[in-house]
Each structure stands twice: as C-alpha cells, then as structure tokens.
RNA sequence: GGCUUCGUAGCUCAAUUGGAUAGAGCAUCUGACUACGGAUCAGAAGGUUGCAGGUUCGAAUCCUGCCGAAGUCACCA
C-alpha cells in the first residue's frame, strides 16, 4: 500500500477510535499536494473533520498530528490552523519513482465490457471543413483515446450531411457553370473544387436577387411588406430566404433538384454521386493529416427517412399527438421544454425525426451503453429535445445519451461568418502551421544533417503539435477566441514546448552507453525539483480518469504542460548525466525516463505527436 | 421577452471541483549558454475574480438581485 494511502488509513482509525460515534468514512480524509510555502509535501484538510467531530480545528489538528508521529516517526508533520502539513521522507520519493517505473500505464485501468459510441466531425458535403470542424475533431478524437483508456470498448463515427438543398446548389451551379471541370483537371481538392461551386451559386443567387430588388416586382415587394421604419436594405436582408423559396429562379431550379433526387432520378442522382466522391475524398485527406479516423460512417442520405415509423406508432398510447393539419407533436412542458414538432404536416421528417431513427439503428447495430455527441452549444436544445424524447420513447439507451457541448471558435474580430468570407479553413491552417515550424527549424541547426523527409516529418509533428495544442488545451464548454497569430506560436504554453522537454530527454537518453538501471538506494537527499516531479508523475492516472470523467481533454493538456514545465525546471537546475554520484545519475535518469514516457502517452491521448528530434 | 451558458492581469487561458498569499503563457522590461539542446531557465511589472448582497471556519467557485456578452426558443439543419 502506498504511503499517503497508509497515512490516509490511519487518520481515520484515529478518528474512530476518538469519535466511535461519528461514522468517519476514508472519503472525508482529503489529503492534497502543498502548494504553500509552508513546510511540508502534502496537506491534509482539518476542517471538515473538525465540523464532523464537533471540535476545534487547530485542537484537532494537534490531536490527529501527535497520532501520526507515534505511528510515522520517521516523517515530519507540522499542524497550522485548520491544515496539517506532512513532509515525506527520502524514502519515499525512492519508492514512488520505482512504483512509476513499474507501472504499464497502458493498463492502469482494467477493461470492462461497456461500449460507447462517439460521434464527431460531421461536416456537411457542400464545403470544406473549417476550423469549427478542427475543435470538433479534436475534442471527439482525445474523448475516444481516453475512453479507450479507462477500458471501454469505444466507436467512432460519423454522421455526413450529403443531401438536402444545399448540397442541390454546389451540384446545380456545377451544372449550369462547371463546363466538365474536375477536381482532377483543376488540380483542386475535391472538397474545396466543390466548395468553389457553393460559394459561386451564392454569388450568381446574390445578382439574381440584386437584378429582381431593382424590378417593379421587387419594389412592389418592398412596398407591401416592409416593416414600419424598415430601410430597403434591412427588408431586403431580411426578404432573402422568402425571395428564395418563393420568387428566385435558381431558387426554383434547387428545388427542383432535390425533389428528383429525393425521386430517384438517375441522372440527378449519378451528379450527386460523382460530386459527393470529390468531397468525401478531400475529406478524407483532412482527416488524415489530422490522424483521425472513423469505425463507422452515416450517410443522411440513407438515414433521412429513419424515425418517422417510431413516431407513428406512439401516437394512441399518448406519447405524441396529431394536429388537425396532420402535423405530429410532442409536449415537453413536464421537462420544461416546449411542444415540439416531430412530423410535418405533409408527413415528412425533420431533424429530431431523423435523430432519433439514428439513435435507434445504431443501438440495434452496436448495443452501446452510452453514446456521445460531440457537437457545438448552439445545439444544446435540441439535444435536450432529443434526450427527452428518448427517455418518452423507454428506449434502453435513453438514459446513456450525452451530448458533449462545446463553445463555438471565434476569432479576435468575431464571429466566422462565410459570407463575409472569414472562415478559417482547415487545410490552410494546417499548411499554415507546419510552414511556420519549417520556418523555424531551418533557424536553428539541430535538423541540418537529417535527410530532408525526416526533417519534413519533424516539422509536420511540431506545426501541428502547435495548433492541436492551442485548440486542445482549453475547456470544451468555453467559447474560444482563435487568433491565428497565436495558434502557430512555439514558445511557452504550446504544444512544441512539451515536445521540447520530450526531445531534450531522448537526447540525454541516446548519450548514454549503457541502460538505466534502478540502482539509487543511497541517493540523497531527494532535492525539491524532483519531488515535484514525482507529485506530479503520482498524479497522472487521477488526472485521466477526471479528464474522462468529465470529457474534458484540457485537464490532460493542462496537466502536461505544467509537469513538461516542470522538468524544463529540474533539468536547468541539475545535472542528469554529470550527477554527483552514480546513484543521484541513475534516479534521475530513471525520473526522466517517466517523465518521458508520461508526456508521450499523454500527448498521444491527445492526439500529438512526439519527435524525437526538433 | 422566456430558457441556457459565460464575465478572472492589456490579450489568450488556469485554479486539484468550497481550501492557505488567485496561477501560467503572450506582449513589456531585466538577467542566465567554455552545462546533458536557449523552442529553455531566473526575475520585475501587471488583479476590488463584472457590480451589490447572502450562505460559513473559508467563496473566482454555492444562493439571490442587478449590469454586460453569446446561444437558443423554425413545419431549418
């Protein structure tokens, strides 16, 4: 048993044998690292015992602490106040470091049978993916590494959005102005060769538009329907998805699109088709260069019509109800939601209808026991809506389902908004970052004598080391403000300063003649960097499990930046392998070792890369 | 307007989940390579944790009320 664990025991069987009928529980013994100047390593909390006792903090501090000073002689404790401050012995520090060396934190956590499903990514086959996406990305990819880690049987997938009328439009503007180019031929990523033809339908929409507001029609328009005090410009803005479903032409042509499709028709079909494969390809690039994957992947387009069945067959036990018009709802007044509509009117599905089919047939496939959607906050709502629906329905998996809601990426000037053309692409961004550490490597002359593909490979693993990081290493529930400048950043708080301490430590590591060994029994004393590091390096296994726990990867990237900065610390102040004594080399030499190895596994939960060189 | 979330150094983020003197990085200023890699280290400066109450041994954290920001409340996705 470890030591802490030992003291920890301890206190409580001083409690009840002072306390008998109290109910003193190990749960109530906190026990913290001190991060005072106070003396002491660790701390343990007085105050609630002293609450629970019924006694004086500072008395019971002093009764607890003569206690441990019969049972521990060979440690120092030191009560103040309502805290009670306990310095380790040399010992100690010895027996945790070999506890780490022999720990395969691979399996620090046993493996259970329970599977959970997570869904990430989900882009949309009209345009490239953005740096929205990216935050999804990462967010989803390091909760399947740490869910794998605490042994759950873990899914990834995806769910495509390639039908529906905005995908009509990049395929009709295609048609009408492609003239048979290719991504191919044009020697453009299919997603963004597809994009182009997104983004040319809007402007050639946005002529028609200005065209038709300078008609009589259009002015007559204005006329009838403005609001009091209305400019012509705000109506207009305002008018512009009437104009589109009502009056437009191209509108018209979308439309009639997206009914052949939804109709089967062959050649609408095969465009769709061929357009799609452009966009899945480019994707599927992105996600490569991201090191993601998926186990399984949805398409909407055959899940769009899922659902609509559930709902049907609830209707008589009360569940949901029909209207008149024959629209079919439910009430969530009881959950304090609203009434939500589930069918329309003309019997056809909508987003909630489909969701629901989907959580259906991916339990009928997988069985998961919990199921994560990894998706902005601007859809909590729904996923609330949705939960409940589920929970009405007594679907099996209804009490499984979370929602992993995360605040939307901004940049310093604001929202990304794609008609005002700031959205940050993802494949930009990624060339952005790994030019910028190119930049800076070839600074420097620690690559010079590498072929040029391993240097090339170095620089991909610190440019996108640096942009993971800076996305990673805040919390998922914050909004987050992206400044591009920052995001290629290498110094400081970021992704390449760990991978510093990690190529710092395999280059002492490659200097060495001979393997580590364990022999530092007479090593003393344990100085105060490396007792830092060893309080951390205990730490590691709490630290993934909460990060799990929460779905919160920025605890793990928060935690790894501050034990790399640790060893910065440890390795500027002392000499590893020009220690005083054979055994201080070889403790810290093993130290290093783990810190090593912790900072890779870590940073590989995350998603980063280690080079060995940089 | 209803509901939800968020306001911490000039900027970007932390704070062991209610614990001791609120910590980092960037930017600014100063110092450290004849040390195992200076993408590093040490130091200075920077704060009424939006405001006002309350709860208690103790509050950035919990409660109430204001102020401010964002999201959402579609027969959109």
Not at 20 to 43: C, L, R, V, W
Not at 310 to 335: A, C, H, R
Not at 529 to 557: C, F, R, T, W
Request: a negative charge.
């Amino acid at each position: 048993m470890n030591l802490l664990h030992k003291i920890q025991s301890n206190i409580l069987s001083i409690l009840k044998s002072m306390y008998a009928d109290k109910a003193f529980a190990e749960s109530d013994i906190q026990i913290s690292p001190n991060k005072t100047q106070n003396k002491g390593d660790y701390t343990v909390l007085i105050f609630p015992l002293a609450k629970k006792a019924g006694k004086n903090p500072t008395e019971l501090g002093n009764e607890i602490q003569s206690g441990l000073k019969n049972l521990f002689p060979e440690l120092g404790f030191e009560a103040i106040g309502g805290f009670l401050n306990i310095v380790m012995n040399d010992q100690f520090w010895k027996d945790s470091l070999e506890a780490l060396l022999a720990t395969d934190f691979q399996k620090m956590f046993p493996e259970n049978d329970k599977t959970v499903l997570v869904e990430y990514a989900s882009p949309n086959t009209n345009k490239p993916l953005h740096l929205g996406h990216i935050r999804n990305i990462l967010l989803g990819w390091s909760i399947y590494r740490l869910l794998q880690r605490l042994g759950y049987n873990v899914v990834k997938t995806q769910v495509v959005n390639d039908r529906g009328i905005a995908i009509c439009k990049s395929m009709l503007a295609w048609q009408k102005y492609g003239e048979g180019r290719t991504p191919a031929s044009e020697h453009v990523k299919g997603d963004h060769f597809v994009g182009e033809y997104y983004v040319l339908f809007e402007s050639k929409f946005q002529e028609e538009y200005k065209q038709f507001q300078l008609t009589e029609e259009g002015k007559d328009c204005f006329d009838q329907r403005k609001k009091q005090e209305q400019s012509e410009k705000e109506f207009f803005t305002e008018y512009k998805n009437q104009y589109f479903n009502n009056q437009s032409t191209l509108g018209r042509e979308a439309r009639a699109m997206l009914l052949k499709w939804e109709e089967g028709d062959p050649a609408v079909r095969s465009l769709w088709s061929m357009m799609n494969g452009w966009v899945l390809e480019g994707f599927e690039q992105t996600y490569t260069n991201l090191g993601v994957d998926f186990d399984k992947v949805y398409f909407e387009s055959e899940t769009y019509m899922l659902g609509k069945q559930i709902f049907l067959e609830n209707i008589d036990n009360g569940i949901f109800y029909k209207k008149t018009d024959g629209s079919v709802w439910i009430n969530l007044e009881n959950q304090g939601l609203y009434h939500k509509l589930v069918l329309r009117s003309d019997g056809t599905s909508v987003y909630i209808t489909q969701d629901t089919g989907m959580a259906d047939i991916r339990y009928e496939e997988y069985q998961y026991d919990s199921c994560i959607y990894v998706v902005a906050d601007e859809q909590d709502y729904h996923f609330k809506v949705l939960f409940e629906i589920c929970k009405a329905l007594k679907a099996p998996y209804a009490d499984g389902l979370h929602h992993l809601s995360y605040g939307m990426v901004e940049l310093p000037s604001g929202r990304m908004k794609s008609r005002e053309g700031t959205v940050v692409d993802a494949d930009d961004l990624i060339a952005e970052v790994i030019n910028e550490a190119t930049k800076n490597a070839s600074e420097r002359n620690e690559l010079i004598d590498l072929p040029q593909e391993e240097q090339n490979e170095i620089n991909r693993k610190v440019g996108m080391a640096a942009l993971k990081y800076h996305i990673i290493k805040v919390n998922p529930k914050k909004k987050m403000i992206f400044d591009p400048k920052e995001s290629v950043d290498l110094q400081g708080h970021t992704g390449p300063y760990i991978q510093n301490a990690f190529v710092r430590i395999s280059s002492v590591l490659r200097k060495l003649e001979s393997e580590v060994t364990t022999d530092f029994i007479a090593y003393n004393p344990i100085n105060e960097d490396e007792k830092e590091l060893l309080m951390q390096l205990s730490a590691y296994k709490g630290v993934i499990s909460n990060a799990a726990e929460s779905y919160d990867p920025s605890v793990l990237a928060n935690y790894t930046y501050s034990l790399a900065k640790s060893f910065h610390k440890f390795y500027h102040n002392h000499s590893i392998l020009k220690a005083e004594s054979p055994d201080a080399k070889s403790f810290r030499l093993s130290l290093s070792k783990v810190v090593a190895t912790i900072l890779a596994d870590a940073m590989h939960i995350l998603g980063i890369e280690m080079p060995e060189k940089m």
